[in-house]
């Protein structure tokens, strides 16, 4: 039998290479949108850093990335004047820059309100890609309110719902947020504190993490935002919270 001393590393080197494209395709980021406010069309730019192939999906004030092949794709921003309407009208993708390809792979009309767009880079090493998202108004009908991108909501393409995770409690975010709202009463008396849209949830070991972001108004008028985290046991309960004020006078200090 005629040796062959370089078959073996071939083939480790194959199933190496393998593994890794397994690894890349399962992974996924998701963020919340910067929401800037401002009537008339809407609008969303995304900016991304890619090696090879990755989905860029976006849904009401939230987007996630999925890698697709190659090394793991990052966010840099997503901002939005609005959150995208489940049924946008006139819904439109323009491809800013980057040196390869991207396009819209489906439309938010056909897709339960989820926009992906395709991003495939052609050489090896991270390349940033900028794109925009367009539209002239639009429903959420067929959601459940204007919440509807919450993240027990799956809407294909992918999206795996910022981390959600079927054994996981439904109180998490609202005791998540009662909690919050409590401290920041704590430092403003019958502050009004409204929550944007839905946080992120992530596992990280044990506990699940919440974050997000909320408008407070004190009992003067005087409006800003903040943002705020929460680590939370499965089952619901609290494990820790804070807060830190992002905008505006009025709002009250972390504790």
């Excluded at 480790?12 to 910067?34: D, E, G, P």
């Excluded at 809407?42 to 976006?58: L, N, P, Y």
């Excluded at 997503?78 to 323009?94: A, G, S």
Aim: aromatic residues 8%; proline residues 5%.
């Amino acid at each position: 039998m005629r040796y062959q001393p370089f078959r073996k590393p071939v083939v480790f080197a194959a199933i190496a290479a393998s593994i890794l494209r397994f690894v890349a395709s399962a992974s996924a980021q998701t963020i919340q949108a910067q929401i800037t406010g401002g009537g008339g069309s809407g609008k969303c730019t995304f900016e991304v850093r890619v090696d090879s192939i990755a989905d860029v999906q976006i849904r009401g004030n939230q987007g996630h990335l999925q890698t697709k092949q190659g090394l793991r794709a990052q966010w840099v921003r997503l901002k939005c004047n609005q959150p995208l309407p489940r049924n946008p009208n006139n819904f439109r993708f323009n491809g800013i820059d980057g040196r390869g390809k991207q396009y819209l792979l489906r439309d938010p009309n056909q897709n339960n309100g989820v926009a992906v767009i395709r991003i495939e880079d052609p050489k090896s090493g991270m390349e940033g890609y900028t794109g925009d998202i367009l539209w002239n108004g639009g429903s959420n009908s067929g959601g459940t309110g204007p919440g509807w991108w919450n993240d027990n909501w799956n809407g294909g393409g992918g999206w795996n719902g910022g981390g959600g995770n079927p054994g996981w409690s439904n109180n998490i975010v609202s005791n998540c947020q009662n909690n919050i709202r409590n401290k920041v009463r704590q430092q403003i008396k019958n502050a009004q504190v409204n929550f944007n849209g839905q946080p992120s949830r992530n596992q990280a070991g044990s506990f699940v993490m919440v974050d997000g972001t909320a408008n407070v108004r004190d009992n003067q008028g005087k409006s800003g935002q903040i943002s705020y985290h929460c680590t939370m046991h499965p089952n619901g309960n609290m494990a820790e919270s804070s807060y830190n004020v992002t905008q505006g006078p009025g709002t009250p200090q972390p504790r």
